[in-house]
């Protein structure tokens, strides 16, 4: 029974950390899947988030708020730096780049990551800085049927169940609504997307705000596990074998990946 | 307001009245100047041909009136307003929708779902409704797939509904892209070569679609195609264009006889 044991452990802790790898390639997917652009600044995406929140909650808490409405205060305000960097980037990098090819686009999106990288860490100053959302410590499940329990990670389960709630978020998101239906179209045609009347621009914008919030959800997973930090910023190219897996246009397949 | 429009347009088709005109545009890309100096009208309620050998700057023409490109010179008024800085997506709310010379659909969705993004204007219960699919927006996606069922019907391509138009052959990809066009019940359609690439059956299922659209639904039509014989058919009016100028404009038969535009196609012996 030991060996058994241990093989679910070892399985179960694998696969909840490779949900949590998904959970930054869900960004790239997001924005490939919408303009076709591979973006290599989802993960200085996710440090902005994750230091725009720690810092903001820092702040609120050292104000004296209780701790759930500094959280909550916390991610209102991170989301609306995710929205102004989405709103800066529609409109000085890719606004201008309308209509060039992906490459052009790419090598755009590698400029936007450096700039994003530099002015995160200005702003909000780039030591470690511890961030506690979720329970962190460990949990031994099924102790009953194996000695001495599965150890399971209580944050890598969250992550699990963050991933998998967004997936159903978005899947529905780009089904359901106008405006993922405007999503997907964009992708595959620009000229007949504007001719049946959705304005590119503001269908870029909420792409990148929604890579933007993903990118968010996954630093507050990330940065409780490793602090938020500069090196969160490699997550990124850790993700890729995911997307490659994964394919780079499906959202579940990112998951799966 | 916009019941108003409706009911006028419902209970006297105003035939005549000029929906759009085209005045002095001048269009240049650089030192390559596309349109020299064009000016014609569309009437309300009629089908007009624009045709022109190759590169005479037709599509640029459709281009202009739908957003795509702005002339350096010229006006154009549309319902009787001048035109400003122009967008496509601004030209596609006041009613103008349009197909394209080499189809341009998305190509991952469904016909369905194509026809549909012609709805995009007309949707617009909150996005929250819109993901439970519940409440008004449930309404609403019922009434407006009630339109497209219309179309589908109309357009005989209810086989293909659910199939990603990316996999049809291009002569029913055309006649989805008609459908996505119709969806937005627009009062001018623009059409670029529709009956490019078709067989002789397709073209005469298409000219009917076109004749079917104008009659019933009295929907203006300019419509570019260089298969004679349909031009003639079909249009009401036509204007030809030659090196980006206008050389003839008139019926179908005026302009057949017309010097010009023999010379234009056919080469002038020196």
Wanted: cysteine-free; glycine content about 10%.
């Amino acid at each position: 029974m030991v060996g058994l044991g241990n093989f679910i452990e070892v399985l179960s802790g694998g696969l909840l950390a490779g949900v949590l790898y998904s959970l930054v390639a869900l960004g790239f997917v997001l924005i490939y899947k919408a303009s076709g652009v591979f973006n290599f600044a989802q993960g200085a995406m996710v440090l902005l988030a994750g230091l725009a929140l720690v810092r903001s909650l820092d702040f609120f808490v050292a104000r004296g708020l209780p701790f759930a409405a500094a959280v909550l205060l916390a991610l209102i305000f991170a989301g609306l730096v995710m929205a102004a960097t989405a709103w800066l980037i529609q409109r000085f990098v890719l606004g201008p780049l309308i209509n060039q090819d992906g490459l052009t686009l790419f090598m755009s999106t590698i400029g936007a990551t450096f700039i994003i990288e530099g002015a995160a860490q200005l702003i909000f100053g780039s030591d470690v800085y511890p961030l506690k959302l979720y329970p962190t410590d460990a949990w031994f499940a099924l102790e009953s049927v194996f000695q001495g329990g599965i150890l399971v990670n209580k944050l890598d389960v969250w992550g699990g169940l963050i991933a998998g709630a967004l997936v159903v978020v978005l899947a529905v998101f780009f089904q359901r609504t106008k405006t993922g239906r405007a999503l997907r179209a964009v992708a595959d045609d620009h000229a007949a997307a504007q001719s049946v009347g959705i304005p590119i621009g503001w269908i870029w914008f909420v792409v990148w705000l929604v890579a933007g919030l993903v990118a968010l959800v996954a630093a507050t997973v990330w940065g409780t596990k490793l602090g938020v930090q500069f090196s969160i910023t490699f997550l990124a190219l850790k993700a890729l074998p995911v997307l490659i897996v994964g394919g780079f246009t499906s959202v579940p397949g990112a998951i799966i990946g | 307001m916009k019941a108003d429009v409706d009911q006028s347009k419902n209970t006297s088709p105003a035939k005549g009245d000029i929906i759009l005109a085209v005045k002095d545009v001048s269009l240049s890309f650089g030192g390559v100047k596309a349109i020299r100096g064009v000016s014609f009208d569309i009437k309300r309620g009629e089908i007009r041909a624009i045709i022109g050998p190759n590169g005479a700057g037709k599509t640029s023409m459709l281009n202009v009136i739908n957003g795509f490109y702005h002339p350096q010179v010229g006006t154009i008024t549309y319902k009787g307003e001048q035109r400003q800085q122009m967008r496509p997506y601004i030209a596609a709310s006041q009613g103008i929708a349009r197909t394209f010379q080499n189809v341009a659909l998305f190509k991952g969705m469904t016909t369905l779902d194509n026809i549909m993004t012609g709805r995009t204007l007309k949707m617009h219960k909150g996005i929250g409704w819109q993901m439970l699919r519940m409440g008004p927006a449930l309404d609403e996606e019922v009434r407006h797939r009630e339109v497209v069922e219309k179309i589908i019907d109309f357009l005989e391509i209810n086989a293909i509904r659910k199939t990603p138009v990316g996999k049809l052959p291009y002569g029913l990809q055309k006649r989805v892209e008609l459908g996505r066009a119709l969806a937005m019940e627009p009062e001018l359609l623009l059409l670029d070569e529709p009956m490019a690439g078709m067989n002789l059956e397709e073209k005469q299922d298409m000219s009917r679609f076109i004749i079917d659209i104008n009659r019933q639904m009295g929907t203006t039509m300019a419509l570019i195609e260089h298969d004679m014989g349909v031009v003639m058919d079909l249009s009401d009016r036509v204007v030809v264009l030659d090196y980006g100028q206008k050389i003839a404009d008139g019926t179908p038969d005026v302009v057949q006889a017309d010097q010009k535009v023999i010379d234009a196609y056919l080469g002038v012996a020196h």
